[in-house]
């Protein structure tokens, strides 16, 4: 069973573990999974739940050092340090927040996995609550006045009363109990599919302990990266899964005398489980200096025209760009594709590319998800978002959103080497 496989069904475990409320255990399971963005956000997910905002902030920070564009990320960041009063902390979470929402109303996590949607209202919202907390008044009341423009649902009314009562009483919008990242059914349903007991591949060895066989799709993405020293993956999955309990995210954990706190669903509050969660800015300011450091009033005008690692998650509103026109050595292998067999060079992929029309682009065989849709979009001339979706073996469309998408992509490829066809990959693009 190759790791991957293993990991997906450790993911599963733990998010069952999690709604089943078992929480050290679904962490215990979640650091078996592996380093990503997303499982140090779900382990962030999980401290929080258990009022270890402390921690939940570090692994929240893990998380970003993944991937610097993860915006629920900064988000729920965000609101953990609102909870441990750490207002300067949190404005520039939602500062970051809002900064790689890049201008959109939204950004929707379901196809990524997580069922929520990161509003740009409720992330002013927020920031707004910090700027009051700051003794920001003005400040805060525009970027109440801001949200308000960008609502989108009945429960984004609460901005308005926010308005009518200047800040007074207010919650704070945060992601609701029971959400956290689960894995793709696409990707579950195509692990099962490949064959990863056929033909195992010999890798290079590193090191001494190097030594052994495996799928090479998987193998070759560990040889060729290098994790950062605080974030040294563990040597097997084995390994993980002997660890004791008590050692379960040791890294993230806050030491004894964390004060904690209690969040609610779709909201925070500082209160009780039984308070309605309250926002008492008199008594706030009367209790903290004014700030006199200079603070931005709005999100930067010129948001990033994409991601540059990590996922692309579904944006609003969808945006449409125009193709450029062909005029390169590759473009001249698409229009000889269709009518004669053109030899693919030794370490590359072929890959077919469907989108306003049919082109092939080559790239090095163990390309990354990142430099792919990188190509891809330099191809068509495509400056927003791009989604990529390849035939499976039941002839359905499945959306590539990570590495790990494409390395089972290219490992429905093995299976066809017989035919010659296992440098050739194609893809639909949509924008």
Not at 78 to 99: P, Q, R, Y
Not at 227 to 254: Q, W
Not at 279 to 298: E, F, G, K, Q, V
Not at 366 to 378: A, H, M, P, S, W
């Amino acid at each position: 069973m190759s790791l991957m496989k293993l990991e997906l069904e450790q993911w599963q475990l733990a998010a069952r573990a999690f709604d089943e409320k078992k929480y050290e255990t679904s962490l215990e399971l979640f650091e078996s999974v592996g380093e990503s963005a997303k499982i140090f956000f779900n382990i962030g997910v999980i401290l929080s739940t258990l009022n270890e905002h402390e921690s939940a902030v570090r692994a929240y920070t893990s998380a970003l050092q993944q991937d610097q564009y993860f915006a629920v990320a900064y988000f729920q960041k965000g609101v953990s340090n609102m909870i441990l009063k750490d207002f300067e902390a949190a404005f520039e979470d939602f500062n970051d927040a809002l900064l790689y929402l890049r201008g959109n109303l939204y950004i929707d996590y379901a196809q990524l996995g997580l069922e929520f949607k990161l509003f740009s209202c409720e992330v002013l919202f927020n920031r707004a609550l910090c700027y009051f907390y700051l003794g920001e008044d003005a400040l805060g009341m525009n970027d109440l006045l801001a949200a308000q423009k960008e609502k989108q649902t009945s429960k984004h009314s609460i901005i308005d009363r926010a308005i009518d009562n200047k800040a007074q009483d207010c919650p704070f919008f945060s992601i609701p109990r029971g959400v956290l990242y689960r894995p793709c059914e696409s990707k579950i349903k195509n692990s099962k599919k490949v064959d990863y007991l056929g033909n195992s591949k010999l890798i290079a060895a590193a090191d001494d302990k190097d030594t052994f066989t495996g799928f090479k799709g998987a193998l070759v993405r560990k040889a060729n990266l290098v994790p950062k020293p605080s974030l040294v993956r563990r040597a097997t999955l084995g390994d993980s899964l002997r660890r004791t309990n008590s050692r379960a995210a040791e890294r993230f954990r806050a030491k004894p005398n964390l004060v904690r706190h209690n969040t609610a669903a779709g909201y925070g509050k500082f209160g009780n489980d039984h308070e309605v969660p309250k926002l008492d800015i008199n008594a706030a300011l009367a209790s903290m200096p004014r700030a006199h450091s200079p603070l931005a009033t709005h999100a930067p005008s010129n948001p990033l025209n994409g991601y540059e690692k990590g996922d692309i998650p579904a944006l609003s509103p969808l945006s449409t760009s125009p193709t450029s026109s062909l005029g390169s050595a590759e473009d001249a292998i698409s229009l000889f594709s269709s009518t004669r067999s053109v030899r693919v060079p030794k370490g590359k992929l072929k890959v077919k590319c469907h989108h306003t029309d049919t082109r092939v682009i080559l790239v090095d065989y163990n390309v990354t998800f990142d430099g792919l849709l990188n190509r891809i979009k330099e191809k068509f001339g495509i400056d927003g978002s791009v989604k990529l979706k390849y035939r499976d073996e039941d002839d359905e469309l499945v959306l590539i959103t990570d590495q790990d998408d494409l390395d089972l992509a290219r490992g429905l490829l093995d299976d066809d080497a017989d035919s010659g066809l296992s440098d050739r990959l194609e893809v639909w693009c949509f924008v």
